[in-house]
């Protein structure tokens, strides 16, 4: 049965006042509290939990003359508890898990590939047609010279010469725009 | 150490705390390091030797004014800063009062005087080393602070620190004045104000390294 929030106070001002019995029943009631607290956070790793237990309790006992008597208990111990979490995970310079890492990479990379297809959309518009077509047809889906002839219905060195004339182009305006 | 055992050992010592400690401890770093700031005055500077005239002088009074104003906030939001629920700090544009009031007697002041002597007031006989030493006063008060904060337990580091920094700067500008012989307000709204600035950027950029606990 966890303590309340006014027992809990109750006991810190006993505390204060130089009473160790409270003092003691406070940090007993506080760990399940803080058990919970960092349970609830950290799923994966029950030996830190242990350790940010015993910290958080020792950081209460030290700066318990931080506490303001007209204000809530609980506040200033979670502000505390969430405080050692955070200095805990700096130190260690671990990273913690991010949930569904795998799905935002991927979403990274699609947002890459779709950049990359924007560019080179924008660099073929600018091309004639048919110069376009060829490069499009030869380099980007694989065709070879006679199935881009025979799909966009053109002769074999029209596509070839499209495909150099095109690349040409493009060469220079890349240069252009650097 | 199992929990138990370390409970035990915790309880074994508990001394009364008295409701102001925290205000206590902070008073007493800033009161430290503001004795080694006058022992700098005193050493490197030395008081200004027309002090006596100077405190009949209203722009002595607006010097303290500006400067002490500004580090009763500091040293307020420092004191909620030093508690780890340290609340909102959205009151601290009551800062700009201070400020506003010195730029409104800038203004005045050379609304007075033909502008050819503009430039003379802005920069006064010691713009060079005014910030510099505004700053360099700041730190003994600024390591005072960092001793009260041993004992309190901040936990929004960075701003801590610049508040820290911004009082230090703040006080070590209000004991500089004892030195200081200028009497124009955009002298002091500049130059003080750039070494109470710097001060309270430093505090920022090191606080969150040593006010960890």
Same mark, same amino acid.
């Given at each position: 049965m966890r303590a309340s929030e006014v027992q809990l106070k109750t006991w810190m001002i006993g505390g204060l006042d130089g009473d160790p019995a409270c003092h003691t029943l406070l940090l007993r009631a506080l760990v399940p509290v803080l058990q919970a607290f960092y349970r609830r956070r950290m799923q994966d790793r029950p030996d830190d939990i242990d350790d940010l237990v015993q910290e958080t309790l020792i950081a209460v006992h030290t700066r318990r003359a931080t506490y303001d008597r007209e204000r809530l208990f609980s506040g200033w111990l979670f502000a505390i508890a969430r405080y050692?979490?955070?200095?805990?995970?700096?130190?260690?310079?671990?990273?913690?898990?991010? *949930?569904?890492?795998d799905d935002i990479l991927v979403a990274e990379g699609f947002e890459d590939a779709c950049s990359a297809q924007i560019d080179v959309d924008r660099l073929l518009g600018g091309l004639p047609a048919k110069q376009a077509a060829a490069i499009r047809a030869t380099r980007l889906d694989?065709?070879?010279?006679? *199935?881009?002839?025979?799909?966009?219905?053109?002769? *074999?060195?029209?596509?070839?010469?499209?495909?150099?004339?095109?690349?040409?182009a493009l060469a220079a305006r890349i240069k252009g725009e650097t | 150490m199992n929990i138990d055992e370390l409970i035990e050992a915790l309880a074994r010592d508990v001394t009364p705390v008295s409701r102001h400690a925290v205000g206590r401890r902070l008073a007493g770093?800033?009161?430290?390091?503001?004795?080694?700031?006058?022992?700098?005055i005193v050493w490197l500077l030395g008081f200004n030797p027309q002090l006596h005239l100077a405190v009949r002088h209203y722009s002595f009074w607006m010097k303290w004014g500006y400067t002490a104003s500004l580090g009763v906030c500091a040293i307020v939001a420092t004191a909620r800063l030093a508690r780890p629920d340290s609340g909102k700090l959205g009151w601290l544009w009551v800062m700009a009062i201070?400020?506003?009031?010195?730029?409104a007697i800038g203004v005045f002041e050379m609304s007075r005087v033909p502008p050819a002597?503009?430039?003379?007031?802005?920069?006064?006989?010691?713009?060079?080393?005014?910030?510099?030493?505004?700053?360099?006063?700041?730190?003994?008060?600024?390591?005072?602070?960092?001793?009260?904060?041993?004992?309190?337990?901040?936990?929004?580091?960075r701003a801590a620190g610049a508040t820290a920094g911004l009082a230090a700067g703040a006080w070590g500008a209000t004991l500089y004045c004892l030195h200081c012989p200028e009497v124009s307000a955009i002298?002091?709204?500049?130059?003080?104000?750039?070494?109470?600035?710097?001060?309270?950027?430093?505090?920022?950029?090191v606080g969150p390294r040593l006010l960890r606990w």
């Open positions: 050692k979490m955070i200095d805990h995970f700096r130190r260690g310079g671990r990273t913690c898990p991010i *949930e569904g890492l694989g065709l070879s010279t006679s *199935e881009a002839a025979a799909r966009a219905k053109m002769g *074999e060195s029209d596509v070839k010469v499209s495909v150099h004339r095109g690349l040409k | 770093g800033i009161v430290a390091g503001g004795v080694g700031t006058l022992v700098l201070p400020v506003m009031s010195l730029v002597q503009w430039l003379a007031m802005w920069l006064g006989q010691s713009w060079r080393v005014c910030s510099s030493l505004v700053f360099l006063l700041s730190i003994p008060i600024f390591g005072g602070l960092l001793w009260s904060f041993r004992r309190l337990a901040p936990s929004r580091l002298f002091v709204l500049t130059w003080y104000t750039l070494g109470i600035g710097l001060a309270a950027l430093v505090g920022a950029v």
